[in-house]
């Protein structure tokens, strides 16, 4: 079963917009990762934020992190139309060291 | 510094039939992980390998097996294979105690 839950399942949004997208978990971590995939293919890492941190940026990406809440956003300033792809967040760590676990997703569109 | 490579790249197979399917992990990397990923769903972690054995292992059945070899490369077998292991399979490599997780582009295995 997946640990996260994503919200929403699809966003749509024009070019310039910001998107953001929410990560729920169940158990402990030790860090939560958001992963990018288009159409399918393999996953890229974007960004970690460690469960000692609240807020951490990379770029046009800004994610948040609330262990007592066990949730997490990202933000995407400014989107472009190559941002859109799927994007999930995985957790890291607790009592499954070395295995992450995925959330379902969110499908990202950005239109022209 | 090379990536994570998998082969083949697309797979059709028949129920019933067996499946071996290749990975190459980054350079530098130890760890090899092996994940599931159904269509519309995230991955699922299936298992992990570190120093030749298996270290950690998802909710799948016994028939999911795997290999790591001495340069770290991995491979996932998969016997009596089922209709609903139509996926795309995703490796993984990492250190071992590290953090960051780098995937290869995926192999589409198809059972019909």
């Known amino acids: 079963s997946q640990q996260g839950e994503e919200d929403p399942q699809a966003l749509s949004i024009q070019e310039g917009e910001n998107a953001t997208m929410n990560c729920s978990y169940k158990?402990?971590?030790?860090?939560l990762q958001w992963y990018r995939q288009n159409s399918g293919r393999g996953l890229v890492h974007l960004i970690l934020i460690r469960s000692n941190e609240r807020e951490k940026h990379s770029g046009r990406l800004r994610v948040t992190l609330d262990t007592s809440k066990k949730s997490s956003s990202l933000l995407i300033t400014a989107s472009r139309a190559a941002d859109t792809a799927s994007y999930f967040c995985a957790a890291s760590g607790g009592t499954s060291y070395g295995k992450l676990t995925f959330g379902q997703g969110t499908i990202l569109t950005v239109h022209p | 510094e090379t990536g994570v490579t998998q082969s083949p790249t697309h797979l059709i197979k028949t129920r019933g039939q067996q499946v071996t399917l290749r990975c190459s992990s980054q350079s530098g990397h130890n760890t090899v992980s092996w994940y599931q990923q159904a269509l519309g769903q995230g991955p699922q972690f299936i298992f992990q390998y570190y120093r030749e054995e298996e270290n950690g292992r998802g909710n799948f059945p016994p028939r999911f097996s795997g290999l790591q070899f001495p340069n770290y490369s991995s491979e996932l077998n998969v016997n009596a294979l089922e209709l609903d292991d139509s996926a795309l399979y995703l490796c993984?490599?990492?250190?071992?105690?590290?953090?960051?997780?780098?995937f290869g582009s995926g192999t589409r295995l198809t059972v019909v």
């Open positions: 158990t402990s971590i030790n860090n």
């Open positions: 993984a490599s990492s250190r071992q105690g590290g953090d960051g997780y780098t």
